[in-house]
């Protein structure tokens, strides 16, 4: 059961405080002289009647050594350290437990971690040339002890299916991967632009050595498309030609699972799967997503709804589709592509449930939503509850399963951190953060929750 659930009273406003001035600050956080130019992220928002004070919400341990980003896995939590002005960061493996640095190495600034799980470190270095060309590549570390097992060159990571690491090489690097201009004006956003001709190479490595155990050559006109559940996780490789022959390909061992012929025959800009059976297909142009059967090939159905051209229906709630637009999302019938339902003003998806749908609306110009609601399958736009009062924790870091973290501010400098449960809204409080700024990111592992806020790393236990 959890510690507590945090009801919320609608009737105290709250505004963000102004930052520390300089001679607190140095007291107070040594490291935030670097950062005196960022402007705290805040909008206005409503608090619970009283801050939560209760014993046992202080964090485990903190890290305030200017955390630049940070991943967990198997226990560990892997952060890029901010050094000096102009030095490379420094990259270390913690216990979540005890805070306990069990590795370190140097690192670069166009480094980046990609993927971490309990046995691998994957690390993506995006680099060019005088010229412009790529020269970057991908590089495997042991998770325990942060020692390199592998690099492979002029590679770019795609995801991981296993124990393999896909990634697409750039095998000719004399050819361009741009988007072909000729179909429209790129600032136009109804215009759905396909890229250039050129070929790709996909390779599955080995996670532990990095050598190929699979290869697949796609030739130019054919689209590649990349299935995660979620990121990095492939579930599979799809390749679609001009002349609508596509190949559904196992991203594990790199075998052709699937071989499937569409009533389509033109340039792709982008395709994808769509709910079980059905591909979903745009063409460049104007002509909006179509909607293909695979067993027979023949189109069902075509959305050609509002710009931008790349807002097309995506599988949602096990049985529909759903666009997510400017105005809103639209819950469409899977046979015809009618519009069953609509949620004005909720664009942007939390989570799929698949009985229900949680979404938040985006706040203008600001990365801190706090207007959160479910919005059931069978209901016709009905809502099941909603959530105000409490920040989403930004980042592509997720909270186990479905929940997401989110915080709210707690007096004049402190904040609240919780777990958003999607069945009943409810919010279960995890821990209380001193002196927290700025928007968070928050992850999970094991039984730790880590937040970063402006640099300071926070660890709770998770409840």
């Keep these: 059961m959890p510690d507590a659930i945090i009801e919320l009273d609608l009737s105290v406003p709250w505004e963000p405080p102004e930052r ?103 690390a993506q270095v995006e680099r060019a040339d005088t010229g412009g060309a790529f020269q970057g590549w991908v590089a495997g570390f042991d998770a325990a002890t942060g020692a390199q097992r592998w690099q492979r060159e002029r590679a770019r990571f795609a995801g991981l299916a296993g124990d393999i690491v896909v990634v697409q090489e750039l095998a000719w690097p004399g050819e361009e991967d741009k988007f072909d201009t000729s179909y429209g004006n790129p600032d136009d956003p109804a215009v759905a632009l396909p890229r250039v001709p050129h070929h790709e190479r996909y390779l599955g490595l080995d996670e532990r050595t990095g050598t190929p155990r699979w290869t697949a050559e796609l030739a130019p006109g054919t689209e590649s498309w990349l299935d995660y559940a979620p990121y990095p996780r492939l579930r599979g490789l799809r390749e679609l030609d001009r002349d609508g022959a596509l190949r559904v390909r196992d991203p594990a061992g790199g075998d052709v699972t699937g071989r499937f012929r569409l009533d389509f025959a033109g340039v792709v800009s982008r395709h994808q799967a769509g709910l079980p059976g059905q591909e979903l297909v745009l063409p460049a142009g104007r002509g909006g997503t179509q909607v293909f059967d695979l067993a027979s090939g023949r189109r069902l159905w075509t959305w050609a709804g509002e710009s931008p051209a790349w807002n097309g229906p995506v599988p949602c709630l096990r049985v529909h589709y759903c666009v997510f637009g400017d105005g809103g999302t639209d819950v469409l019938d899977a046979a015809t592509g009618a519009v069953l339902w609509r949620a004005p003003g909720y664009s942007a998806l939390l989570g799929d449930t698949g009985d229900r749908l949680v ?49 709210r501010p707690a007096g004049t400098t402190d904040a609240i951190v919780g777990r958003l449960d999607p069945g009943d809204g409810s919010v279960h409080v995890i821990g209380r953060a001193p002196d927290f700024y700025g928007t968070p990111q928050c992850s999970a592992t094991a039984d730790r929750v880590v937040c970063l806020a402006i640099g300071v790393l926070y660890v709770w236990r998770l409840r």
């Design 359 to 407: 979404m938040f609306r985006p706040a203008a110009a600001l990365d801190q939503p706090d207007d959160v609601a479910a919005f059931p399958a069978g209901r016709g736009g009905g809502v099941a509850w909603e959530r105000r009062g409490w920040f989403l924790a930004n980042g592509p870091f997720e909270a186990p399963g479905t929940a997401a973290f989110v915080w």
């Design 20 to 122: 520390p001035g300089p001679a607190v600050a140095r007291r107070r956080r040594g490291w935030r002289r670097a950062l005196l130019g960022v402007v705290v992220l805040g909008i206005a928002a409503v608090l619970p009647g009283g801050a939560d004070h209760r014993p046992g919400l202080e964090p485990l341990w903190t890290a305030e050594f200017q955390v630049l980003a940070f991943d967990t896995a198997g226990g560990r939590i892997l952060v890029h350290r901010y050094r000096t002005a102009g030095a490379d960061p420094l990259i270390e493996a913690l216990d979540a437990r005890t805070g306990r640095v069990l590795w370190q190495r140097a690192g670069a600034a166009d480094e980046s971690y990609v993927a971490f799980t309990g046995r691998s470190a994957i």
